[in-house]
C-alpha cells in the first residue's frame, strides 16, 4: 500500500519561511509532488520531485530525498494568500495502466499578519 | 476550454436517490481521474481513464458507484442509491498521459459538493 504522512496544520507571519514535511510509504515510486488548495477551491499543481535534490519555482521550492522516504514543500516570502491546504502525492505508476495518486491528508498553512 | 469544468456545483440529494455528476476536461487530455474529498481530508482516488477505457477502477468504494466517458472528452460519475456517507466533494481532474517517466500534471476541476441527507 501507500501512505504519506504530513504535518495537519502550520502556522506562520507573513515575509516568513516555511517548511512543510512528508514522509511516505510507497510500493513503486517515481516522484513527490505538491498541490495547492485555496478553502472551496480546486487543488492546482506546484511542483514535482523526479530526482533527489531541490527543485525551486519562485517563492517555492520542493525537496526529495528517496533515502529517507522524505520530501518538503518549503515557501519563502510568505504572503497572506499563501494561506491554504498543502498536499504531497505520490503520482501514478508510469507505463502502466495504475490510475491512483495517493495523497496526503494536507496541511492548513494559516499565514498572519 | 479553459479548465477543467464539473456540474453541478453543488447537489443535494435524498438518501436512496441516484445522482449524476458531470466532469468536462480540458480539450486534449487523453486521461481523467475522479477524485473524492471529504471535509479535512486528502484526495481519495476513485477512477482513471485513459480515453474511454478505465483501465483503474480500484478506488470505486462499492458497485454503487461508476463512471463512463464518452469521445475521450465527457465523463459522468453515477451513484446508485445514495448514502449519507457518500456525501463529500467529488473532484474531476484531467492529464496529459505519456509513456515514460515525465510527470504529468493533473488539472483539477472545481470539484461537485455532494450532500445526501
Known amino acids: 500500500g501507500q501512505s504519506l504522512e504530513q504535518p495537519s496544520e502550520v502556522t506562520a507571519v507573513e515575509g516568513a519561511i516555511v517548511q512543510i514535511n512528508c514522509t511516505y510509504q510507497?510500493?513503486?515510486?517515481?516522484?513527490l509532488s505538491w498541490y495547492q488548495q485555496h478553502d472551496g477551491g480546486a487543488p492546482t499543481f506546484l511542483s514535482y520531485?523526479?530526482?533527489?535534490g531541490l527543485e525551486e519555482t519562485g517563492r517555492f521550492s520542493s525537496f526529495l530525498s528517496r533515502s529517507d522516504s522524505y520530501g518538503y514543500l518549503l515557501l519563502q516570502e510568505l504572503q497572506m494568500k499563501d494561506s491554504a491546504s498543502y498536499f504531497c502525492?505520490?503520482?501514478?505508476?508510469?507505463?502502466?495502466?495504475?490510475?491512483?495518486?495517493?495523497f496526503g491528508d494536507g496541511t492548513t498553512l494559516t499565514v498572519k499578519p | 476550454g479553459a479548465g477543467v469544468s464539473q456540474s453541478p456545483s453543488n447537489k443535494v440529494t435524498e438518501k436512496g436517490k441516484d445522482v449524476e455528476l458531470r466532469c468536462d476536461p480540458i480539450?486534449?487530455?487523453?486521461?481523467l481521474y475522479w477524485y473524492r474529498q471529504s471535509l479535512g481530508q486528502g484526495l481519495e482516488f476513485l477512477i482513471y481513464?485513459?480515453?474511454?477505457?478505465?483501465?483503474?477502477k480500484s478506488g470505486l468504494p462499492s458497485d454503487r458507484f461508476s463512471a463512463e466517458r464518452t469521445g475521450g472528452s465527457v465523463s459522468t460519475l453515477t451513484i446508485q442509491r445514495t448514502q449519507q456517507e457518500d456525501s463529500a466533494v467529488y473532484l474531476c481532474?484531467?492529464?496529459?498521459?505519456?509513456?515514460?517517466?515525465?510527470?504529468?500534471?493533473?488539472?483539477f476541476g472545481p470539484g461537485t459538493r455532494l450532500t445526501v441527507l
Open positions: 502525492a505520490v503520482p501514478p505508476l508510469y507505463n502502466t495502466n495504475a490510475g491512483k495518486s495517493t
Open positions: 520531485n523526479g530526482l533527489d
Open positions: 481532474a484531467s492529464s496529459f498521459r505519456t509513456s515514460g517517466t515525465s510527470y504529468n500534471e493533473q488539472f
Open positions: 510507497t510500493s513503486g515510486f517515481y516522484g
Open positions: 481513464f485513459q480515453g474511454n477505457s478505465a483501465p483503474d
Open positions: 480539450s486534449g487530455h487523453t486521461a
